[in-house]
Nanobody
Framework: QVQLVESGGGLVQAGGSLRLSCAAS????????MGWYRQAPGMQRELVAA???????DYADSVKGRFTISTDNAKNTVYLQMNSLKSEDTAVYYC?????????????WGQGTQVTVSS
């Protein structure tokens, strides 16, 4: 089992910055990819950014150049630095950890943290 706890959400004006944190605990050695997803009201959950155990990163086109995902392995924490925030970034942000068992993916999720960007 893996537990993920997010923090760092809040209210910010457009153009501002926030940093989200996700602390992982439990069987974290089984995790191959960590990521951030978001879900706005009435919308499907979407991938924002992901980082693999090899350090490869992927970003949604809508956040490229503005958001940065990183990890602190000593703290078992993954971060999402969000700059130049826009109103359309408003959503609940979820931390995700993925593991594979016999090539079958299994996802762990945090409880979510609200990010609200005022225009």
């Amino acid at each position: 089992q893996v537990q993920l706890v997010e923090s760092g959400g809040g209210l910010v004006q457009a153009g501002g910055s926030l940093r989200l944190s996700c602390a992982a605990s439990g069987n974290i050695l089984s995790i191959t990819t960590m990521g951030w997803y978001r879900q706005a009201p009435g919308m499907q959950r979407e991938l924002v950014a992901a980082i693999s155990s090899t350090g490869r990163t992927d970003y949604a086109d809508s956040v490229k150049g503005r958001f940065t995902i990183s990890t602190d392995n000593a703290k078992n924490t993954v971060y999402l630095q969000m700059n130049s925030l826009k109103s359309e970034d408003t959503a609940v942000y979820y931390c995700n950890g993925r593991q594979y068992t016999d090539y079958v993916p299994w996802d762990y999720w945090g409880q979510g943290t609200q990010v609200t960007v005022s225009s």
